[in-house]
T-cell receptor, first 114, second 109 residues
Framework: NAGVTQTPKFRVLKTGQSMTLLCAQDMNHEYMYWYRQDPGMGLRLIHYSVGEGTTAKGEVPDGYNVSRLKKQNFLLGLESAAPSQTSVYFC?????????????FGSGTRLTVV | KNEVEQSPQNLTAQEGEFITINCSYSVGISALHWLQQHPGGGIVSLFMLSSGKKKHGRLIATINIQEKHSSLHITASHPRDSAVYICAVRVEYGNKLVFGAGTILRVKS
């Protein structure tokens, strides 16, 4: 049982390049989330999805886009990377929107934009 | 002021010591989570609390809803407990987790 799998684990981008981060879960969870983690700050929500085909903005959505074409996958895209997007990105999933069954996190993607 | 505050920010302990990490929050919540993150690693859920106390091995988590405060205790600490411990609250009536900045724990042998 893999849980939540993020790919890639590390990436270095040049300013202006684009990339997609993939999050895959095998627990049949409805809710999926993308967070970024920066030094000295708590995780901040970028975008989330409450089910297949749905997405919604979180606290810090600017510069990112997401898609949830299949229930098990949640993609995070950076169309034109900026140094301010250097961060560690975490994907998470939960069975319910109330989080009553807890959250499962991926192992993170460390992104550096130069 | 952050909605979720953790203290201390950094903590160094000797192996065997009893450790307490505190979390205070200023919003109404439906649940509080304690998470663990090892250096360079992913985030693992330790506890989810809505009242009272939970225990798992050497870890104990408590919450006082009236005082809007939770504590994570580690008994007989060990170097493998060295990690970042994160408090997160699920905001009441919302679909949102709010995270503390984390407490960096180092346990020396």
């Amino acid at each position: 049982n893999a849980g939540v799998t993020q790919t890639p684990k590390f990436r270095v981008l040049k300013t202006g390049q684009s990339m997609t981060l993939l999050c895959a879960q095998d627990m049949n969870h409805e809710y999926m989330y993308w967070y970024r983690q920066d030094p000295g700050m708590g995780l901040r929500l970028i975008h989330y999805s409450v089910g297949e085909g749905t997405t919604a903005k979180g606290e810090v959505p600017d510069g990112y886009n997401v898609s949830r074409l299949k229930k098990q996958n949640f993609l995070l895209g950076l169309e034109s990377a900026a140094p301010s997007q250097t961060s560690v990105y975490f994907c998470a999933s939960s069975l319910s929107g109330t989080g009553g069954y807890g959250y499962t996190f991926g192992s993170g993607t460390r992104l550096t934009v130069v | 002021k952050n909605e979720v505050e953790q203290s201390p920010q950094n903590l160094t302990a000797q192996e065997g010591e009893f450790i307490t990490i505190n979390c205070s929050y200023s919003v109404g919540i439906s649940a509080l989570h304690w998470l663990q993150q090892h250096p360079g690693g992913g985030i693992v859920s330790l506890f989810m609390l809505s009242s009272g106390k939970k225990k798992h091995g050497r870890l104990i988590a408590t919450i006082n809803i009236q005082e809007k405060h939770s504590s994570l205790h580690i008994t007989a600490s060990h170097p493998r407990d060295s990690a970042v411990y994160i408090c997160a609250v699920r905001v009441e009536y919302g679909n949102k987790l709010v995270f503390g900045a984390g407490t960096i724990l180092r346990v020396k042998s």
